[in-house]
């Protein structure tokens, strides 16, 4: 089975830190994704990725960046966290049409 | 631009009850259609998906058909089950060769016994 790892379930960070969200895939996928899920609103998708060093916005990029130096990772960044970033972040990496999600990043902005 | 609507959450059901989630959308040429179910604390997974025109997806007893004449694509499962219990989303790819999917904003199914 595909596996989509998200480094971490849950954390909390400080007002303007830096924050790297961190996602690996194990099936050489080309394409990965990065969403947020917050109640109410559904997945809104933040960035996404369709090869090594490739990135495009997806439909909320502001206050966010990614990075992808290797296939299998695929880096959200918070240069300077804030409290509305506080959030569900979901990464996911795609074959064909199907895309395999992580267990997402509980994170909050205190 | 794309975009999906689903019914509102939560839909409230006992065991061996009748589901229908509905679920529209509006988008240019021909998209792929989805239902992700997410479990509580965990990601979403795949449950269906459709990608033309009067294809019916299914999946552990949930259905689904690709309706473009009402740009409709409603979830059905003839008599749910406590286990059933989760948040389902709607969604479609934009065919843009990235598979990137566009959500609806998801219901929540309670199942009592």
């Known amino acids: 089975d595909v596996k989509v790892t998200q480094s971490s379930r849950y954390l909390v960070k400080r007002t303007g830190e830096k924050v790297f969200l961190e996602c690996v895939q194990d099936?050489?996928?080309?394409?990965m994704f990065w969403y947020r899920q917050d109640p109410g609103l559904g997945l809104r998708l933040i960035y996404f990725?369709?090869?090594?060093?490739?990135?495009e916005k997806g439909d909320i990029p502001e206050g966010y960046s990614v990075s992808r130096e290797k296939k299998e990772r695929f880096s959200l960044i918070l240069e300077s966290a804030s409290t509305n970033q506080t959030s569900m972040y979901l990464c996911?990496?795609?074959?064909?049409?199907?895309?395999?999600f992580g267990q997402g990043t509980r994170l909050t902005v205190v | 631009g794309n975009s999906v609507t689903q019914m509102e959450g939560p839909v409230t059901l006992s065991e061996e009850a009748f589901l229908t989630i509905n679920c529209t959308y509006t988008?240019?040429?021909?998209?792929?259609l989805f239902w992700y179910v997410q479990y509580p604390g965990e990601g979403l997974q795949l449950l269906l998906k459709?990608?033309?025109?009067?294809d019916k997806g299914s999946n552990k007893g949930f259905e689904a058909t690709y309706r473009k004449e009402t740009t409709s694509f409603h979830l059905e499962k003839g008599s749910v089950q406590v286990s059933d219990s989760a948040v389902y989303f709607c969604?479609?790819?934009?065919?843009?060769?990235?598979?990137?999917?566009?959500f609806g904003k998801g219901t929540m199914l309670l199942v009592s016994p």
């Open positions: 099936m050489d996928h080309e394409n």
């Open positions: 996911a990496s795609s074959f064909g049409d199907r895309a395999f």
């Open positions: 459709a990608t033309k025109a009067d």
């Open positions: 988008a240019t040429g021909y998209p792929s």
């Open positions: 969604a479609l790819s934009k065919n843009s060769g990235y598979s990137t999917l566009t």
């Open positions: 990725s369709y090869d090594v060093k490739m990135k």
